[in-house]
Every structure is written in structure tokens, then in C-alpha cells.
């Protein structure tokens, strides 16, 4: 999470909408704040409604999600989806603070909802919370309790698969026109798609493209630590077959983004400053949790659920690859941490049992804010390899129960043996 000042109670609002737009079309009921910020200011009509996650026109075609208020949220072009909200306009919040939602998604499955702004809110927008947005930190409301009011808190992303973390927060290389990452042997068809399930497709995949290329990263690094610990051969193999595998998830995800993008799409430069900042045994074993033991976990069997549902035989296939490949690089991390802990004593066992719950808290906070789609949309969805957000949360959550926490349990205790 990105350092944030501490927020003063007795203040009053420290983030007001300051030179209002319209946003959304004309009667959307939305203004856009010079900071980023959506306002709510009352119930509103959107121009077409989306193909995915729940498509509306207005709030009346909404229902509540996991027994919260849902309202019609339009977006920049005014198409609307269904979200999650506390509020509806300012009516619903204390005095003198707004009903609030972000403009710009940066974590990938991050909700879009509104929420009303507290004293306690660390931030109102992205732009102000103190990392840029390739860091991937986003002003997010977060609930610690059901019947507690949500905060505004500047948190990074957890996503399935292997991030490049920089200091806690994922990086990546934004996508740009280019033809030289696509690979030339996957080619799907997009005749018949409506604009609002292209455009939901063609962010899926971008998004997963750039992860996939920041995967890349990743993995060079790591090949640079295990030989400055001194790691067996065998794991330095790996590592390198890893970030062979990566470069190729990378070509198959911006093929696919172009194919529903309509344009080549490829990767911008990444940037790699402050990359090797932290060499500690500590800092790379906290790294190869969340990137390797959490992420690609979750990743494989994500691939592999998408994979079956595939209604195209080569996205079925590409998709049965990265799922494989994905297994083998969690194998690896969890390898890789067995054989760390061996060097360390309880200190670092304590940090690496910190590094897993909070992981798992945020997953579980995950569960709470994706709405789920309709059973049409879920199925066209799938024939393209994506779930919902609502079911990649869901099933985050199920391998982190099945898979993670046991193998972390029985990590843990077989460490615990060792002399410290």
C-alpha cells in the first residue's frame, strides 16, 4: 500500500469536486471532477447499455448485489453497467461530503462503484494517492466490517498471475500500436460482436497482455536473485525456461487484444528503475509470495477454467498452455520458497506467514464489490476465455482455501522444525 498521510477526522471534505464536466452523455446524472473524481449529483439515464456485467439504462434495471444498493453506472461513452454503491447522490452522505465514484480503473477487476466520501478517506481520486498509475495504486473504497461505512484508501492491485513488483505495487508497460508482439498464429474471430462486449473483451485482454510482458520482468529478476544467493542450478533452470514461457503468454494476450481491439496492439517501453532496489532474502521472498506462490497459483487454474469454457479451438489451446505453464511456474515459487526458508530463521518465517494473510485479505475484500453478470453475458464471456470479475474473485478465493493456504500451513509447520 502507498504511504499516505494520516487522515484528520475533524476535518472537513479535503477532496471537493473542483471544475465539474458532464460525463457520460447529457442526462447521465454524473460530473467529472478536475482530479479525476465521478460525482454522482442524482439518478440520471444512460445512452445504450452494456453487453457485459449487468447492462442498463437506468437505476431501476438494477438489482441489489450480495444485498447492496446497485445503481446504473454510465461510463466516458455512455454505455451503463450495474455496480455495487452506498449511495445514489449526496443526499445519501453526511453533510458536506459527496457521493463518489473513479473515472480510470488502474487494478484490473477493481470496482468502478460509488461510495460517499468520510473524514477518515485517504484520498478521492487515483492521481492522489502518491504512486504513479504504472505502479498500479488505486483509490479504492475498502469495507473492514459489513455494517462498517467504506473508506477511501489508496491500495495496490492483487491479480492473478506473476506481477513485476516494484516497491509493493505492480508495474507495467502500457500498450501501444505495434504489430511486433502479436503472435502470428492465433487469430480469432470477432464477427458478430457488439460494440459493448468488443470493448469489454479487448480490455480483458490488453490488460492481460501487459501483465503477461511485465511477467518477463519478473522473472529476469528473478534469475538475478537466485544466482546472488547462490540458489541450486535447477531452480536458476527454471527460472529462465519461466521467463521464455512468459515472453510467448505475453505474444498470445496481444494477438488476442488486437484481434478484438481492431489494431495492432504491443507493449510500450517498461520501467525498470528501482528494480533491484531491495536484494534482501527477506524482500525476495516476499516477492516470490504474492508473485509466485499467490499469483501464478491462481493464475493456472484461472487459465485452465477459461480454457474449458473456450468456444475457439486455438484460444482453447493457447489458454490449455499458459494454464500448464502457469502450474509449473507456481511449482517453482513454492520450490523456491522451500528452499529460502532453509537459509533463514523465524523472523523471516513470520514475515512470509504476514505476506500470505494479507493476501488473503484482500481477496476476501475482493468478494465483497464485483458484481456478478447475467447468465447470457457469463456465456458469451467464456466462448471468448474471460471471466467475470465476479467469478475470477470467486475462484481466487476457492484456490486460496483449497490450494494456498494448505500448502502454506504445511510449509510453515515443516519450517518451524528447522533450527533457526
Given at each position: 500500500m502507498c504511504e499516505q498521510p494520516p487522515p484528520?477526522?475533524?476535518?472537513?471534505?479535503?477532496?471537493?469536486?473542483?471544475?465539474?464536466?458532464?460525463?457520460?452523455?447529457?442526462?447521465?446524472?454524473?460530473?467529472?471532477?478536475?482530479?479525476?473524481?465521478?460525482?454522482?449529483?442524482?439518478?440520471?439515464?444512460?445512452?445504450?447499455?452494456t453487453d457485459a456485467f449487468g447492462g442498463c439504462l437506468v437505476d431501476g434495471d438494477c438489482a441489489a448485489i450480495d444485498n447492496v444498493s446497485s445503481i446504473c453506472r454510465c461510463d466516458e461513452m455512455g454505455f451503463g453497467t450495474c455496480a455495487s454503491s452506498r449511495c445514489s447522490s449526496d443526499d445519501s452522505c453526511e453533510a458536506g461530503f459527496l457521493c463518489v465514484g473513479l473515472e480510470k480503473r488502474v487494478c484490473p477487476g477493481a470496482p468502478l462503484d460509488f461510495a460517499c466520501q468520510s473524514p477518515e478517506d485517504e484520498c478521492g481520486s487515483n492521481p492522489e494517492c502518491p504512486c504513479d498509475d504504472a505502479n498500479h495504486a488505486e483509490c479504492m473504497w475498502l469495507i473492514a466490517a459489513a455494517d462498517e461505512p467504506p473508506v477511501h484508501r489508496c491500495s495496490r492491485c492483487v491479480e492473478p498471475g506473476r506481477p513485476f513488483l516494484i516497491g509493493d505495487l505492480p508495474r507495467t508497460a502500457r500498450s501501444e500500436p505495434s504489430s511486433a508482439w502479436r503472435e502470428p498464429s492465433l487469430s480469432v474471430s470477432t464477427a458478430g460482436l457488439t460494440e459493448g462486449l468488443r470493448a469489454t473483451l479487448t480490455s480483458h485482454w490488453r490488460q492481460q497482455a501487459e501483465m503477461e510482458h511485465a511477467s518477463v520482468a519478473a522473472f529476469a529478476r528473478f534469475v538475478l536473485e537466485l544466482l546472488s544467493l547462490g540458489a541450486p542450478p535447477e531452480l536458476v533452470t527454471a527460472a529462465t525456461d519461466a521467463l521464455a514461457d512468459e515472453t510467448a503468454h505475453a505474444r498470445i494476450c496481444y494477438a488476442l487484444a488486437s484481434a478484438y481491439a481492431g489494431q495492432a496492439l504491443g507493449p510500450a517501453k517498461l520501467d525498470v528503475t528501482g528494480a533491484l532496489q531491495d536484494s534482501s532474502l527477506e524482500g525476495i521472498v516476499m516477492r516470490a509470495v504474492l508473485e509466485g506462490c499467490v499469483g501464478e497459483t491462481l493464475a493456472a487454474i484461472e487459465a485452465s477454467e477459461a480454457a474449458s469454457h473456450a468456444a475457439d479451438k486455438l484460444l482453447r489451446s493457447a489458454l490449455s498452455r499458459i494454464a500448464e505453464d502457469e502450474a509449473r511456474h507456481a511449482e517453482l515459487s513454492w520450490r523456491f520458497l522451500r528452499w529460502a526458508l532453509s537459509l533463514g530463521g523465524s523472523a523471516l518465517r513470520s514475515a512470509v506467514q504476514r505476506a500470505f494473510r494479507e493476501a488473503e485479505s484482500r481477496l476476501a475484500s475482493s468478494l465483497m464489490i464485483h458484481p456478478s453478470a447475467e447468465p447470457a453475458t457469463e456465456a458469451e464471456l467464456r466462448a471468448h476465455g474471460v471471466l467475470s470479475p465476479a467469478r475470477s474473485a470467486q475462484l481466487a478465493r476457492q484456490v486460496f482455501d483449497a490450494v494456498v493456504r494448505p500448502c502454506a500451513s504445511a510449509l510453515s509447520a515443516r519450517a518451524a522444525a528447522w533450527p533457526a
Open positions: 484528520d477526522p475533524g476535518a472537513s471534505n479535503r477532496f471537493p469536486c473542483l471544475n465539474a464536466e458532464p460525463y457520460g452523455g447529457p442526462n447521465s446524472g454524473v460530473e467529472r471532477c478536475e482530479n479525476g473524481m465521478l460525482h454522482r449529483i442524482g439518478n440520471g439515464a444512460c445512452q445504450a447499455a
